[in-house]
DNA sequence: GCTCTGCTCAGAGGA
């Protein structure tokens, strides 16, 4: 039977006299949580009787949120009437209970139930494992980090691990490898893996044929010993497994798994007999996530592919890289015990010292990095500390970021325990899974890979797009067999492709840390690599400085041309407001040709693929009108013309971007001379924290659309240049966060309260009939915006062609109107505002306009569909958010409220203002007067609209 | 309570 509960109060460990001598045990006060077990009927709560009913198997998940949010302190008491218990632990889990704190979660397996003073309590027993945190995942390679020194494991997530030749060639054996079990030929498989990191090798200075021998080396060793397997025994393989155990908060990835045991390859020297002790734990790592998922795992083996040639003269006979081991429980049930360590200090924030461990610090790689960082943040350390630590504020702005991020971290790891917490159906309603696909078929690749698909029964929408990583299973993620899958097509079917051949049947979104990890060594890079000058403006010790060129560079809108001199002319940063339709990109544009001109190498991103598409087919345009820019192809030949090159994976690069696309693939020196020699590169930000474009170095990034970027995120791309630029609208969307934090306030806004001198503010639009315009330039841009032009102005739908408003009803005729909707009173979605809103598209064709030029604008995703299902397709139908950065002709705006504005959505107005800023010629707003007038603001906007 | 895009994933090794 398993216990899982919340610890309720201080853990109290003493040690007792028993037969076998003095002995240790800790006992922890639990309130008990209902288990799976208990859901079936057989756990401790069923079996107490009183209190199933206050703990449904889906509570589990409220409880573990709240001791995770709130931190082990546990301030909050737990009300309700769970069961509070005693958990005792015996032996070796006395070290995990230790670190337990009042609101932590604990899992205990195993465990003996007994009565104590007519109280029932847990005890562990010799099969038992103590989980902390459970439902905290950690990685297989953060317990190996972890083993060797619990500082080695922080320093790799601070900074990350640089491109390095011996890692790269172990990724590419490692590929390798994989190739071999799947059946494929080895010199057709080293070529192509060596071909596919072309980009990375150039950057290494590498060239094809010296790595491909490196690699047949290591891969030689693999083969001789698989093909010594294959004669002997009936082997069962299965390569490249990905597991997670919702019991142990585990995760990884094994390298192959034959007859049911893990194999690590491991590419590295290591001259000794015995396998390196990292090594085994890793291995146990993988024998444990196995274990859960059915068989007892109880051998290991490790394949040192330099060890061949060595080993091969030896009198001892032994012919093979192969070392085969034992796992006891003692082994699984230390690697539980390292990984509780990990849990515990990452849910309390602590930071590893080293003392932890008993490595010895003179041996490692990373003592210099180690005591460097140490120093710098005033860390205590087993390595010591050298140099000069940070200024305060700056050791404040690293903790409470490194907090921030962390708490971003936590979000995804919940998101990881969805995977099991929630079911089948709850999953797909959360638009997380798809659950409706019937297997069709499995056909093998060229490269050793399978193409598999799968056809959809039902309908209904998900958050799974084309290009997509997915966990495809044949049942269930988890507990089922699963695999990473990438989706090449989704329509009524489904096409993937994988490594294995599952027979899918359901897709479930995999979270991923990549950005959260880019994250923080942004934020590292930043304090501790960074120049000193930038980080004495940015912490206010100096004042941003210009060197600003008299040049005109735009004539006919001065703010433009400003914006585009403080661009140009930033010795350190300059930012640019650029509120709806003020030709924001054009500026960008305009201002990167300048910076080109000059002779300065430029880095163009922004958060999303969209952005930074949009940001580059406007530059490319304005590089053709002036002679500058070419095809893609000749670019590459000819040193005269300005080379872009659009960084990106094929999937999040616009369609008609990727003629700019830089390949990974191919021949080492080109792909190298590809990338070095653009003068403008284009990458979304997350991008720019890539292994590649890390070591790239700009004089200039542009980052547009900034506002919607957090400050480490924003420093992932002002990193690489020398000086940087911002451009965005804080009056609009704000980044996109998982928790609420301190990452919610964008670098761009922080800037412009704190510097408003080196910023501009684009004041003249391009878009809006001026009607439409009032009332955000009123309500945000205190009065600011105006018209750019008289035309523009008075735009209406008359000036297009077919269009007669005197064909429209009366009420319909001004650029804005209000339509008063009673609504149905549901919460997400509104068919009343839904049949209105079509009606008046309806109205509106009648008098001349295309459905192509409608767009449809509602807070919640269930709306949009509400609304889709009724209205043609060509409308453009969509949420505030996704609407942000495009306009239309006419906009319908659906409130989807009744009776009062309640909702996080209406709360943030900077929604609103997106959402009316989207047409050019008619605005249209539709919703509950009764509900809209109860929020200042929106009653303000509905006397506006009602004029 | 709601909106939501990123990213090949995780692990690859140095003595």
């Known amino acids: 039977m398993d216990v899982r509960g919340i610890v309720a109060d201080e853990v109290t460990v003493r040690t007792v006299s028993t037969s076998y001598g003095e002995t240790d045990l800790a006992e922890v006060p639990v309130r008990l949580v209902a288990t799976d077990d208990a859901a079936a009927g057989t756990g401790p709560l069923a079996d107490g009787g009183t209190e199933s009913d206050a703990s449904a198997p889906g509570d589990r998940g409220a409880d573990t949120r709240a001791a995770g949010a709130d931190g082990p302190i546990g301030d909050e008491p737990l009300e309700d009437a769970h069961e509070l218990t005693t958990i005792t632990c015996w032996n070796k889990w006395v070290e995990s209970a230790e670190l337990l704190e009042p609101g932590m979660e604990l899992l ?87 071909e596919e990191r072309g980009l990375q090798l150039g950057l290494l200075g590498e060239t094809p044929e010296a790595v491909a021998e490196d690699v047949r080396e290591n891969a030689a060793a693999i083969e001789g010993w698989l093909e010594q397997g294959r004669l002997t025994e009936d082997d069962s393989w299965r390569s490249e497994q990905l597991l997670i155990s919702e019991t142990f908060g585990i995760r990884g990835r094994a390298d192959a798994i034959r007859r049911g045991a893990p194999v690590e390859l491991k590419t590295g020297k290591n001259l000794r007999k015995e396998p390196r002790f990292k090594d085994k734990v890793q291995a146990a790592c993988y024998a444990l996530l196995l274990e859960e998922h059915g068989d007892e795992v109880d051998t290991g083996t490790l394949l040192y592919t330099k060890n061949s040639a060595l080993d091969r ?387 200039v990034a542009l980052v547009d659309e900034a506002a919607q970027l957090t400050e480490p995120g924003t420093f992932a791309a002002a990193t690489l240049a020398d000086r940087f630029v911002l451009v965005g609208d804080h009056e609009q969307l704000p980044p996109v966060v998982r928790a609420e934090n301190d990452l919610t306030e964008s670098l761009f806004e922080r800037l412009v309260e704190t510097h408003p001198d080196a910023g501009v503010m684009l004041d003249r639009q391009y878009r809006m009939n001026q009607r439409i315009q009032y009332f955000a330039s009123q309500e945000f841009y205190d009065g600011k915006l105006r018209p750019a032009e008289p035309e523009v102005a008075a735009r209406t739908l008359d000036d297009l062609v077919g269009v007669s408003r005197d064909a429209l009803p009366p009420t319909l ?66 949420t505030v958010d996704r609407f942000q950065g495009s306009s239309q002709e006419l906009i319908v705006v659906s409130f989807t409220a009744t009776g009062s504005l309640e909702g996080p959505i209406f709360e943030d107005y900077r929604r609103i203002n997106v959402a009316l800023t989207r047409p050019k010629r008619a605005l249209v707003l539709v919703g509950d007067s009764r509900a809209l007038e109860s929020d200042p603001v929106y009653a303000r906007m509905l006397e506006w609209a009602d004029r």
């Not at 439902?135 to 083993?147: C, H």
């Not at 320093?155 to 799947?182: A, M, Q």
């Not at 698909?453 to 039902?458: E, L, M, P």
């Not at 001349?848 to 397709?873: C, K």
Request: proline residues 4%; contains cysteine; charged residues 30%.
């Open 108 to 194: 205990v397996t195993n465990v003996e139930e007994d009565e104590y003073q007519g109280e029932t309590q847990y005890t562990t027993t010799g099969d038992s494992y103590v989980v902390v945190e459970p439902s905290f995942l950690v990685n297989v390679t953060a317990i190996r980090n972890w083993v060797e020194c619990p500082r080695l494991y922080y320093l790799n997530k601070l900074s990350g691990v640089p491109l390095n030749y011996p890692v790269v060639k172990g990724t590419i054996v490692h590929e390798v490898f994989g190739d071999l079990l799947r059946g494929r030929d080895l010199e057709e498989s080293i070529d192509a893996r060596v």
């Open 313 to 699: 003269n030896e009198e001892t006979g032994d012919l093979t890289p192969a070392k085969d081991f034992s796992m006891g429980a003692g082994l699984l049930k230390f690697v539980v015990r390292l990984r509780n360590e990990i849990a515990a200090m990452e849910v309390k924030g602590d930071v590893p010292t080293g003392y932890e461990g008993d490595a010895k610090c003179e041996y490692c790689f990373e003592q210099d990095t180690c005591m460097v960082v140490s120093g710098r943040l005033d860390q205590e350390s087993k390595a010591g500390q050298i140099g000069q630590a940070l200024p305060d504020e700056e050791l404040e702005y690293f903790d409470r970021l490194y907090r921030a991020i962390e708490e971003e971290r936590r979000e995804v790891h919940r998101e990881y325990a969805k995977l099991w917490q929630q079911d089948a159906q709850e999953r797909a309603d959360d638009d997380r899974a798809l659950i409706d696909l019937e297997f069709v078929e499995k056909r093998p690749l060229e490269e050793g890979r399978w193409e598999l698909r799968a056809k959809r029964t039902a309908g209904g929408a998900s958050k799974l797009r084309e290009g997509d990583l997915v966990l495809a299973s044949d049942g269930h993620p988890v507990r089922g067999n699963a695999e990473l899958a990438m989706i090449e097509r989704l329509d009524d079917e489904v096409v993937l492709t994988a490594d294995e051949p599952v027979e899918v049947c359901r897709l479930d979104v995999y979270p991923s840390e990549l950005t959260t990890d880019r994250l923080l060594v942004a934020m590292h890079d930043f304090l501790l690599k960074g120049d000193g000058r930038r980080k004495d403006v940015l912490f206010g010790r100096e004042e941003p400085s210009f060197s600003l060129p008299e040049e005109t560079f735009i004539g006919n809108n001065a703010a433009q041309n400003e914006a585009v001199r403080k661009a140009v002319g930033a010795d350190d940063f300059a930012l640019i407001h650029g509120p709806p339709g003020t030709g924001k990109t054009y500026t960008i544009a305009r201002a990167i040709r300048a910076m080109v001109e000059r002779g300065d190498r430029v880095l163009l991103s922004a958060f999303t693929n969209r952005a930074v598409d949009n940001a580059l087919e406007a530059l490319l345009e304005q590089l053709e009108e002036h002679g500058e820019g070419v095809a893609p192809e000749a670019q590459r030949e000819d040193g005269e013309t300005v080379e872009v090159v659009r960084v990106g994976s094929e999937s999040g690069v616009r369609e008609d971007m990727l003629p700019y696309r830089l390949e990974r693939a191919g021949d080492p020196e080109d792909r190298l001379a590809e990338l070095e020699n653009a003068q403008v590169v284009a990458a979304t930000t997350a991008t720019c924290g890539s292994r590649e474009l890390k070591e790239q170095y700009f004089d």
């Open 813 to 878: 005729r001004d650029p804005v109107t209000f339509v008063d909707v009673e609504g149905d009173g549901s919460r997400y979605t509104d068919a009343a505002e839904a049949e209105r809103i079509a009606e008046l598209l309806e109205t509106y064709a009648d008098a001349g306009l295309r459905y192509e030029q409608m767009g449809v604008i509602a807070p919640f995703r269930a709306q949009v569909s509400t609304i889709a299902s009724r209205v043609p397709d060509a409308v453009a139908v969509d």
